[in-house]
């Protein structure tokens, strides 16, 4: 069973910072490829913030270009997202997306990545004005 947990959301003023991590776990044998951070405010559609490969590269979103930074740490299957210069607009739901591989075999016994996404529970950030 795979687990998604994001942590680190709350109410902050604006201009404030906040910092988002996001931890997954599972079976033994797998492979993490794309992590991302993604957001729903009320009536609104989920959107993506930003995300990043396995290997760094980065993604996000134009409207937080250059005050948000995503990152991740390899060896302990965890993503970040480090929140500055907060604004009003940035209140919502943040999720965390893994794009999980699990180990299998396939009809000739050999090894390959099944892949799936899977998504957290979801974190409020609140910027009040």
């Known amino acids: 069973q795979v687990q998604v947990v994001e942590s680190g959301g709350g109410l902050v003023q604006s201009g404030g910072s906040l910092r988002l991590s996001c931890a997954a776990s599972g079976s033994k044998f797998f492979s993490i490829d794309d992590m991302g ?20 590269s980065t993604d996000y979103a134009d409207s937080v270009q250059g005050r948000f930074a995503i990152s991740r740490d390899n060896d302990l299957n965890m993503v970040f997202l480090q929140m500055s210069s907060l604004r009003p607009e940035d ?6 997306k893994v794009a999980w591989g699990e180990l ?4 000739d016994a050999r090894p390959y990545y099944k892949r799936k996404d899977y998504w957290g529970q979801g974190t409020q950030v609140t910027v009040s004005s």
């Open 37 to 56: 951070w993604y957001r729903q405010a009320p009536g609104k559609q989920r959107e993506l913030v930003a995300s990043i490969t396995k290997d760094g």
């Open 91 to 96: 209140t919502a739901v943040y999720y965390c």
């Open 104 to 107: 299998e075999m396939d009809y």
